[in-house]
């Protein structure tokens, strides 16, 4: 158990902890108030209470513990570790949030932009905690699993698996609201797969040599001489730094 604290990055638990937190707010405040459902464990739980009528607090417990444990057999105990600081991190989010009113009291309304900006906070905030190896919950346990042993793209596998659980739930559920939820899947997905392939550290390094860069001048054929850096430069500088030294990848 030492050998996985010392691979432990404080950096990756800080964005573990920020996912979890964009997580929350995203779901207290967009899919709980729209009604938009759920592919994936949360779709499937609802699918065995429908069927044969197994509660999802008893139903969702042991799939989401199959889940890890399959997690933690593919991908080792860090997975686990980080895991658990992630999905404590959604629940503690989740209660101060609940402490407030929701922002977005009407969405339910404009179902369509709930779907679309339900899945920008799902996809960004799950894709925060898939990079840095932990997961939220046991969809994204099993995603991480899945991506291991199958030659797919993550985005892919979250996307399949959560087809199959709405397609399954038109037995019960009117097709009016499974479009929406539909939308949502796919959409958190690809972000998600996308989160997975930005090249943040690059990034990061080549705007700050372009920042340097021109703080510099030719002098003839001689070399470059060095320029003060202003006050407007030097703070976007030091944001950069900061980011750089919080973002691992």
Not at 41 to 46: E, F, R, S, W
Not at 71 to 81: A, C, D, N, S, T
Not at 114 to 122: D, K, L
């Given at each position: 158990m030492r050998s996985v604290w010392k691979e432990m990055k404080l950096s990756s638990v800080l964005l573990l902890?920020?996912?979890s937190?964009?997580?929350a707010f995203g779901l207290y405040n967009i899919h709980s108030m729209s009604n938009v459902t759920e592919g994936g464990?949360?779709?499937?739980?609802?699918l065995l209470e429908?069927?044969?009528?197994?509660?999802?607090?008893?139903?969702?417990?042991?799939?989401?513990?199959?889940?890890?444990?399959?997690?933690?057999?593919?991908?080792?105990?860090?997975?686990?570790?980080?895991s658990f600081i992630s999905s404590i991190g959604f629940s503690?989010?989740?209660?101060?949030?609940?402490?407030?009113?929701?922002?977005?009291?009407?969405?339910?309304?404009?179902p369509l932009l709930?779907?679309?900006?339900?899945?920008?906070?799902?996809g960004v905030s799950v894709g925060l905690c898939v990079r840095v190896g932990g997961a939220p919950t046991g969809d994204d346990a099993l995603a991480m699993s899945l991506d291991r042993v199958l030659p797919l793209d993550i985005q892919w596998i979250y996307l399949i698996s959560d087809l199959v659980v709405l397609l399954i739930s038109?037995?019960?559920i009117p097709v009016s609201k499974i479009i929406y939820s539909l939308l949502t899947?796919?959409?958190?997905?690809?972000?998600?797969?996308?989160?997975?392939?930005?090249?943040?550290?690059?990034r990061i390094k080549r705007t700050l040599i372009l920042l340097l860069w021109n703080q510099t001048e030719r002098v003839g054929q001689r070399g470059w001489r060095y320029q003060p850096i202003d006050r407007k430069h030097l703070l976007l500088l030091r944001i950069l730094i900061l980011r750089s030294f919080c973002i691992c990848f």
């Open positions: 902890l920020l996912g937190a964009i997580l464990i949360l779709g499937l739980t609802l429908y069927w044969f009528g197994i509660s999802p607090s008893v139903s969702g417990f042991i799939l989401t513990v199959l889940c890890y444990l399959l997690g933690w057999k593919l991908l080792g105990k860090l997975f686990l570790v980080y503690v989010f989740y209660g101060i949030f609940e402490q407030f009113d929701p922002l977005f009291p009407d969405i339910a309304t404009k709930a779907a679309v900006v339900g899945a920008i906070f799902v038109l037995t019960y899947v796919i959409l958190s997905g690809q972000i998600i797969g996308v989160m997975q392939k930005i090249q943040f550290r690059k």
